[in-house]
Nanobody, 115 residues
């Protein structure tokens, strides 16, 4: 299993970013996928999840309406569209899949929201 995140960077408050996670080594279309984030000195927390059929849920009310998770099973890729970004969204964002009881993680992509 390999997960490779991309799309992070520095953005001003109110801006947008689209994160991507390219997956390989497993049957992508069969598995739910998740995005987590970890801010400095804090625990890793769930941002959003998407089922194999495309149904989505979000980890916190503060993310609903601003973040959108989606997937393209033909490209083995899961996305996280983030709008109206706030400084408190600054974190390393990780892609995750749980397969046969094991959690797999990408290397993460840094998102920094600052003026």
């Amino acid at each position: 299993v390999q997960l490779v995140e991309s799309g992070g960077g520095l953005v001003q408050p109110g801006g947008s970013l689209r994160l991507s996670c390219a997956a390989s080594g497993f049957t992508f279309s069969a598995y739910p996928m998740k995005w987590y984030r970890q801010a400095p000195g804090k625990e890793r927390v769930l941002v959003a999840s998407i089922t194999s059929a495309g149904g989505s849920t979000y980890g916190a009310d503060s993310m609903k309406g601003r973040f959108t998770i989606s997937r393209d099973n033909a490209k083995n890729t899961v996305y996280l569209q983030m709008n109206s970004l706030k400084p408190e969204d600054t974190a390393v964002y990780y892609c995750n899949v749980k397969k046969q009881g094991l959690n797999y993680w990408g290397q993460g992509t840094q998102v920094t929201v600052s003026s």
